[in-house]
């Protein structure tokens, strides 16, 4: 696959221009933001201050995951993440099966990380100015309004600002990625000041089922681990660059999320985060009796927001890229722009598509549907290892996944756990994206692959004459 991308003999059509500080912070930056400014919203009625366990159950599924994302990435430094690990063990119907998965993946998650956005930036805007944007724009038709106009616009500033160059997305993200984690600092440290253990009584009234239902919810938080493994054609030194930013940002990721909840939890009783905007914001202002912290809270928000959107359509650009370079979707997704080396065509489709999806879809139903995809796509990446350790044993590998094969067994297990414990309705949803995935292979994917014999990049087929390359 290295050698018909072009990735490591410079004929892939994108740059390896990004480094292993850039790349952890695609990590960081796609994980931290609104699985922990939202989200609690969400999950803290369904599980009560346990939601804190609700964390740690996705943090343990999705660092038994990161793990095998880690061999994966640093044996398979190809663009596609998942996808391409699918289609170099699995084959092109798996593989395509999970590129459909990274699209609620990604460009959901895009959707769902902006409307967040949109109630932190009413927040900032009330206590700096006054007022705020009218319901009617910042809110989805089901939830009383006409479009969430601040997350339309959210999504067409960071399509521009990759349409601009990967490298400059990424530094510009690697700036915001400290600030949102300085702002997060300021929470815990003033936060716990309002530290009430009665909050935490009691501890979880919905029981067990309540914890594993919020950690379904809250597990789309951590797929910006996925982000790191999607640049894998754009890294430097990738064997070593690519496992090691996922695992900093795994240790980063989780440290950040727990602290950040229990304080939370602690500051506030349970019934009040119902239905709560700005969460965060909110308790700071409760906590001290003043506006400042929660405006600046509000402030780093949506940066970090911003962040995350980045990473999300950054993501499903290149997810994109490598199934149209396969074949899997019309080629026009690959063309890249010869001056800024970006796929400018597939940049502005996905966000336009995304725009649409921030702007009229509430939070609550895009954020399960991307869990399902992400617990899918990791589950697919933890059976590809074992897969790969047998069919190309030889192969060099970055980094190894630890107590081989426990570790992905666990992996792939704790991903139908979570899985499970999903609304009815979202699987249903997912099975019939799925069927639509299959259909859309037998009657495009199958007879447009590129499988072999990749002539777009000046590359041909090593098979024999009139063999089938497919």
């Known amino acids: 696959m290295s050698a018909e991308t072009g990735a490591d003999t410079g004929k892939s059509e994108l740059s390896r221009s990004i480094g292993l500080w850039q790349l952890t912070s695609i990590g960081i930056g796609g994980t931290i933001g609104t699985g922990i400014f939202f989200i609690l919203s969400q999950a803290v009625p369904m599980a009560g201050p346990a939601v804190v366990w609700s964390f740690v159950i996705a943090a343990v599924v999705a660092g038994l995951t990161a793990v095998c994302y880690a061999e994966l990435a640093g044996a398979v430094p190809v663009s596609g993440s998942s996808y391409s690990y699918a289609y170099a063990t699995l084959g092109e119907l798996t593989a395509l099966g999970v590129g459909a998965c990274l699209l609620l993946e990604w460009g959901v998650a895009g959707a769902a990380v902006a409307v967040g956005w949109s109630e932190y930036v009413n927040q900032f805007l009330q206590n700096l100015f006054g007022f705020q944007i009218p319901e009617a724009l910042a809110n989805a038709p089901e939830q009383g309004g006409i479009v969430n106009l601040p997350a339309v616009l959210l999504v067409v500033m960071c399509s521009l600002l990759l349409i601009r160059g990967a490298s400059e997305s990424t530094t510009i993200n690697a700036v915001m990625v400290l600030i949102k984690i300085g702002v997060l600092i300021m929470f815990v440290f ?10 935490l009584v009691p501890f979880a009234p919905e029981g067990f089922g309540g914890v594993t239902a919020a950690a379904g919810v809250i597990f789309f938080s951590f797929i910006g681990l996925d982000g790191v493994a999607t640049a894998g054609e754009e890294a430097k030194n990738p064997h070593r660059n690519l496992p090691l930013a996922i695992m900093i940002s795994l240790v980063v990721v989780t440290i950040m999320y727990v602290l950040v909840c229990l304080v939370a939890v602690a500051a506030q009783s349970t019934p009040d985060f119902e239905g709560q905007e700005a969460g965060l914001a909110q308790i700071l202002m409760n906590v001290t009796g003043a506006e400042w912290p929660g405006t600046v809270l509000a402030a780093g928000a949506i940066i970090s927001i911003f962040s995350v959107t980045l990473v999300s359509l950054y993501g499903q650009t290149r997810i994109l890229f490598a199934m149209s370079r396969d074949g899997m979707v019309p080629p026009v997704l690959h063309k890249v722009n010869p ?40 589950f697919t990446v933890s059976i590809g290892v074992m897969i790969l350790r047998r069919t190309a044993p030889d192969l060099k590998r970055g980094f190894k ?3 081989y094969p426990v570790t992905p067994i666990l992996s792939a297990a704790g991903c139908i756990y979570v899985i499970q414990g999903l609304r009815a309705v979202t699987l249903i949803v997912f099975v019939i994206w799925i069927a639509v995935a299959v259909m859309w292979y037998f009657g495009y994917s199958r007879h447009h692959s590129h499988l072999g014999r990749h002539e ?15």
């Open 190 to 199: 003033i936060g716990v000041q309002g530290w009430n253990a009665g909050n």
């Open 339 to 378: 001056r800024t080396l970006t796929p400018v065509r597939n940049t502005t489709i996905v966000a336009v598509v995304v725009s649409v999806l921030a702007g009229f879809i509430p939070i609550n139903f895009l954020a399960e549907m991307t869990s399902v995809g992400t617990l899918v796509a990791f």
């Open 401 to 403: 996944v630890p107590f």
């Open 456 to 470: 777009h990049v000046g590359l041909a087929s090593d098979a024999p004459e009139g063999a089938d390359e497919r």
